[in-house]
């Protein structure tokens, strides 16, 4: 099967490790290196690439370049709104700048603080106490399944698809597609199940979907809404553009064990079943991009070979 294997540059770090990858890729597949350029790529490292990722850029991931917060188009804070469309102009530019026909973005949060990029920083805000009554797993601040139906959660999704329409604009008006994608099962964290992400392509009728096959995993741990069934579903609103393929070890509920774990593994590491939900994806149309965080190569040609056998 000859589709698009593109990578999250999350997995590589410097431009001669970006080199490395592509000299390897293409020697063992025979297939063009593509890529998308992540939340955590700073300017002058973005800057310094340009000649190297001419015509290899399908998606920007926001906010790219960089930023100190993530967009939340959640918020009722004027200043975090107007910076939040900021930063995702900026991306816009990133993406029409690279030849990018696609971003991706988490578009907003339930909370009307700006919230950090960073992990400590962010692991601080959310066990804080604004947050606690929602807890229900204090390692990586999970929440329960009744989460996703609270008052104050479905206020804050419905203020994010209000301010989101204003970026879907912005998007068509330069000719590039949006993406949500969806999140994990984190307390203030937005668009973690898969009725979450039919309501967002509903409420905005030029909004795409990121279906992020890691995150769902964890989220299907909590709100059991069964994985490959919630693939299935959000495949049937016919709005999925991209993917992001990657595993974890997280672990769903059962003999008093659960563990949860957004870990960015290899395709053929850890709990999630890769193979059988690349199996509906495949049939999808939608864009196939690897964001493990390691073994970028052995990752691309991997997935190559899978899709050279046909599973």
């Not at 310094?48 to 960089?66: M, N, Q």
């Not at 990018?100 to 907003?108: E, I, Q, R, T, Y």
């Not at 604004?130 to 929440?143: D, K, L, M, T, W």
Request: charged residues 20%.
């Amino acid at each position: 099967m000859d589709r698009p294997i593109a990578l999250s540059l999350a997995a590589l770090k410097t431009k001669e490790e970006i080199l490395e990858y592509i000299a390897g890729f293409e020697a063992r597949t025979g297939r063009k290196a593509l890529f998308e350029l992540p939340f955590t790529m700073e300017k002058e490292l973005l800057d310094s690439l340009r000649p190297v990722l001419g015509g290899r850029t399908v998606s920007v991931h926001a906010a790219c370049p960089s930023t100190a917060c993530f967009p939340n188009l959640a918020s009722e804070d004027a200043g975090v709104i107007a910076q939040s469309h900021r930063d995702l102009e900026a991306t816009l530019d990133t993406a029409a700048e690279f030849g990018a026909s696609l971003v991706v973005v988490h578009p907003g949060y339930a909370t009307n603080r700006a919230i950090p990029s960073d992990e400590a920083p962010r692991q601080r805000l959310l066990t804080s106490a604004e947050f606690a009554p929602y807890i229900r797993v204090q390692e990586g601040s999970i929440c329960g399944p009744e989460y996703t139906d609270t008052p104050a959660y479905r206020l804050f999704l419905e203020r994010m698809l209000a301010n989101l329409g204003r970026f879907a604009q912005r998007c068509a008006e330069r000719g590039i597609g949006l993406a949500v994608e969806n999140l994990n099962p984190r307390v203030g964290y937005l668009i973690q199940t898969p009725g979450d992400m039919i309501e967002t392509v509903r409420t905005i009728p030029s909004a795409g979907l990121c279906l992020d096959i890691g995150h769902l995993w964890i989220a299907d741990a909590v709100h059991g809404f069964g994985f490959l069934e919630g693939i299935r579903r959000i495949l049937a609103t016919g709005r999925v553009l991209t993917t992001h393929l990657h595993s974890n070890h997280s672990i769903h509920p059962g003999a008093g064990l659960a563990r949860h774990t957004d870990d960015h593994e290899s395709l053929d590491r850890g709990n999630v079943p890769v193979r059988e939900a690349l199996r509906l994806l495949c049939g999808s149309g939608a864009r196939l991009v690897i964001e493990a965080k390691k073994e970028a190569l052995r990752n691309g040609i991997y997935l190559h070979t899978l899709l050279a056998e046909g599973f």
